[in-house]
């Protein structure tokens, strides 16, 4: 079984190509839906302000701040590129192709604090309770974006032994050949000839083992023509994939083997860190030091997480070969020793 080659469809049910219902999106949902519960469990629980019936609304209010802040926080933290992209198809602007995925978990995380004190000032609650509630509520909906991520195939990573017992081989490691190691393309040769002779490869293209490896010659040499070609074909390739066709399948086992980080991910900063915050707050505690508890459980769990994960293809690693995220969550252990010494010294009550 292992090493397995990834061929999960990105969608749970898809109309045509391209459009339908993706794991993705069915990931928010399910966690805003658990969010809502868990925040309604412990507004019982507690001597709250907020009203078991003004949850929902607040959940729609964070909702609306992750969405927002996570794809704010991608473009800027990630790729500020799509600040500057203009198109003359719909959405028009780079920043609002949600639809070619892109979001930042510490973006969601600062636009969830940007979400609470607007409902703060809105309703007069106090706003650090409000970071608590949807602190404490996090935890499961990073679960739940971390096995979207697997699902799709998408932020793979690091390289792992053949022999791995749960190593995985990501189609979507194919951009990467693409864009920094091309030369590898060529082991696609019998791959992308069978698919042609059996009629399954890129519509109007009959192509052979020697055509391909003429492209990728071609592709060493910067050929725009030839990029548009092999990219058309990797394209169809991870699309079979997803369809879980079983002769390539078969043939993507040219990849390397890989550590399935999301899977560590989802359960290192997702469901560890939810059962951390939960059992904290058990006894009363000031308000705001949830928040920090979890931002530091968050960030430590990110930190170990992302020594399994490959970087962002255009950022690649950092100073002190760390990645983005990784310098992203030593600001944010920062952030949350603020939150937790601010709580401390607070003269507010506890909940």
């Not at 690693?317 to 010494?341: D, E, H, V």
Request: include cysteine; glycine fraction near 8%.
């Amino acid at each position: 079984m292992f090493p397995y080659t990834h061929s999960l469809s990105p969608f749970l049910l898809e109309f045509s190509q391209g459009i339908g219902l993706r794991w993705y999106g069915i990931s928010y949902i399910a966690a805003f839906i658990f969010a809502a519960f868990i925040i309604k469990w412990k507004v019982k629980d507690l001597e709250s302000s907020l009203k078991v019936k003004e949850v929902s609304d607040f959940v729609y209010f964070v909702a609306f701040g992750i969405l927002i802040g996570g794809r704010l926080g991608y473009c800027i933290f990630y790729a500020p590129h799509l600040f500057l992209e203009w198109h003359s198809s719909f959405p028009f602007w780079g920043i609002l192709e949600l639809h070619k995925g892109g979001m930042a978990s510490h973006g969601g995380m600062l636009g969830v604090i940007a979400a609470c004190y607007l409902y703060a000032r809105k309703k007069q609650l106090p706003f650090l309770h409000l970071v608590d509630l949807a602190a404490l509520s996090a935890g499961i909906g990073l679960f739940f974006g971390r096995l979207a991520n697997f699902i799709n195939g998408e932020l793979y990573g690091r390289v792992c032994v053949e022999a791995c017992a749960f190593g995985v081989r990501f189609p979507q490691e194919l951009y990467r050949w693409l864009q920094e190691m091309p030369s590898k393309l060529r082991a696609l040769a019998p791959l992308v000839e069978t698919m042609s002779a059996k009629n399954i490869g890129v519509p109007g293209e009959v192509i052979n083992a020697e055509i391909w490896n003429s492209w990728i010659t071609q592709l060493l040499s910067h050929s725009s023509s030839a990029q548009y070609h092999v990219n058309l074909w990797i394209h169809k390739i991870i699309l079979l994939a997803e369809r879980s066709n079983p002769m390539v399948v078969d043939g993507l086992k040219v990849l390397s083997v890989r550590y399935p980080s999301q899977i560590f991910q989802a359960f290192l900063e997702g469901f560890l860190v939810f059962v951390v915050c939960f059992f904290i707050w058990q006894k009363p505690r000031p308000l705001g030091f949830i928040t920090g508890c979890f931002g530091l459980c968050y960030s430590i769990a990110r930190i170990i997480g992302e020594a399994y994960r490959m970087p962002d293809l255009s950022i690649g690693f950092q100073w002190l070969g760390l990645t983005r995220g990784q310098w992203l969550s030593i600001a944010f252990i920062i952030l949350s020793m603020y939150f937790l010494l601010f709580s401390m010294r607070s003269k507010e009550k506890t909940l």
